[in-house]
């Protein structure tokens, strides 16, 4: 899906004989190149996911955030829909920093797909960041109008897949085992008025 957001443009721009901006090619080749990158680092992680012998480290929210935006801001910009992100603090955390940045690119992608397929008008994700005394918050929040299983808790069951074409339904069961099992951490979900609201807490550096 990302892949193609970027072709699409210069794809249409091709078919009509339109002129290609040389900024613009540069850009999404360079951005083509780092989804590349982080797809064979992905697969990398899923091999290592159950590995004993793997050091955590220390890392900025904000860095893994950027990561993650930077390769799904593509497709996000195609589809119109506005990302809200407020950054109260900037904390460091302490964990498998490639595995939480797969667990924020889960939450927003589905999102994304959810608020396209219901064809949300003025369609929106949220993200905050903020920090207690000891923990590390981090709140992902859509409107595309909640999640319509009950209980809620559900849609983190192995091979369960909600309103998501061709999904395989590991992503947010695999999210639930990284925050919670491998960096001791809390992961849940919500409804809200307006959507669906996940929040992400793991323990301070």
Do not use: C, H
Not at 74 to 99: A, C, Q, R, V
Not at 162 to 177: A, D, N, R, V
Request: no cysteine; aromatic share 8%.
């Amino acid at each position: 899906m990302e892949l193609s957001s970027l072709f699409i443009p210069i794809e249409a721009r091709l078919n009509f004989d339109l002129e290609l901006d040389k900024k613009e090619l540069k850009e999404s080749i360079q951005k083509l190149n780092d989804i590349t990158k982080y797809m064979s680092n992905t697969i990398d992680d899923f091999k290592n996911f159950f590995a004993t012998d793997k050091e955590k480290e220390e890392f900025k929210l904000s860095t893994q955030i950027n990561t993650a935006l930077n390769i799904i801001s593509s497709s996000l910009k195609t589809n119109d829909i506005m990302l809200d992100i407020i950054i109260k603090k900037n904390p460091t955390i302490f964990g498998y920093k490639n595995e939480y940045t797969q667990v924020l690119l889960n939450i927003i992608n589905n999102a994304k797909d959810v608020l396209i397929q219901r064809k949300i008008k003025s369609p929106k994700i949220s993200i905050t960041i903020s920090e207690t005394k000891n923990d590390v918050v981090i709140i992902i929040e859509d409107n595309a109008g909640g999640i319509k299983v009950e209980p809620v808790e559900n849609i983190f069951k192995p091979f369960f897949t909600y309103e998501k074409i061709g999904g395989t339904g590991i992503g947010l069961f695999m999210s639930k085992l990284i925050i919670e099992n491998n960096m001791n951490g809390r992961l849940w979900v919500e409804n809200t008025k307006n959507g669906a609201l996940f929040k992400i807490i793991t323990p301070k550096a």
